[in-house]
């Protein structure tokens, strides 16, 4: 069942993303050569404390970090670690979730460490573009696979693939609700949006071979002939008007 928010509860997914999108916005500075992604995780955590946040994705599933930060050729689900040590080059995915009052709110942006490589560049704006043009469709009255479609086109029509593994998903109470939201698919199918739904859109692309395999971490998700890829994530609301986008500090969408 997809779980429609009310007024309340929007407040409070709004006010999460406001604060988690502030941290994100801090987030550049510690993404350096030298850096390890245990440190990295730790400051986030420290942050989403100070505002008055509560790290979601720790104890999720018996996960033990507060962040999931992916390198290179790892999708998502990276665990933070000290023996990940950044240099220059690196392309990095950090997803975080954040809950305020019992209400949560999903981001994942990407990051370059020192010079960045020409490829990373690229496909971090294709997974940009494939998240902003799934973004502007999102109204009442639109098929959820309509959002999916776009996501595939933009992402095949650049010359990456679409990780079909794994999904984007509701959000709200809880870190996964219904409906699970693939990044592909055929327009006018599934569910119709209506006021109130609240959906984390996530991109997830792959230079090469979209086949991912699991390490023996037990989470990070890796794509199999070691291409790069790329993640990228907003949670949103379906609003009389269109679409407010909660994890943005430039909420209004046209």
Known sequence: MIVIKNKHAINKMRTAGNLLSGIFGEIEKTVVEGANTFEIDATIERLMKAAGLVPECKGYAGYRHATCISVNDILIHGVPSTRMVLKSGDFVT?????SYRGYCADMARCFFVGTPVEKAVEMAKVAQAALDEAIKLVRPGIHLSDISAKIQSVVEAAGCNVVRDFVGHGVGKDLHEEPEIPNYGVPGEGPILQVGMTLAI????????AETKILDDGWSVQIKDGGLAAHVEDTVCVTIDGVEVLTRNEQAYG
Request: aromatic residues 0%; hydrophobic residues 55%.
């Open 94 to 98: 950090i997803d975080a979730v954040a």
């Open 202 to 209: 996530e991109p997830m692309i792959a230079e090469k071979s």
